[in-house]
């Protein structure tokens, strides 16, 4: 089954750095887009980042552009987001989604990870 694991959360100071992980498995991951979301409490799901197959990153969040980096690694299956200079407003879950395409009902399915939190406070 898809699986989506993320790691490297954690506690940082404004101003520091994290590299979030998300290890997939149970799909083909070399033919998947790739994106990165976050949600703080009371707000929705916002899009932070996303990468193709070939390894073109967008970064969507306005409020992270240029502090964030968006990568991957198809031989190990994983995407990372590069996270410098973070502020007390990137607090929030960080999830690893992907979009397959389900050949026996027609639809594309999404798949999440169960998160990584990551808090900016000094």
């Known amino acids: 089954q898809v699986q989506l694991v993320e790691s490297g959360g954690g506690l940082v100071q404004p101003g520091g750095s994290l590299r979030l992980s998300c290890l997939a498995s149970?799909?083909?991951?070399?033919?998947?887009?790739m994106r990165w979301y976050r949600q703080a409490p009371g707000k929705e799901r916002e899009l932070v980042a996303g990468i193709t197959v070939t390894g073109a990153a967008n970064i969507h969040a306005k409020s992270v552009n240029g502090r964030f980096t968006i990568s991957r690694d198809n031989a190990k299956n994983t995407v990372w987001l590069q996270m410098n200079n973070l502020k007390p407003e990137d607090t929030a879950m960080y999830y690893c989604q992907v979009v397959l395409y389900d050949v026996s009902w027609d639809i594309d399915r999404e798949y999440w990870g169960q998160g990584t939190q990551v808090t900016v406070s000094s």
């Open positions: 149970g799909f083909i991951f070399s033919r998947s887009d």
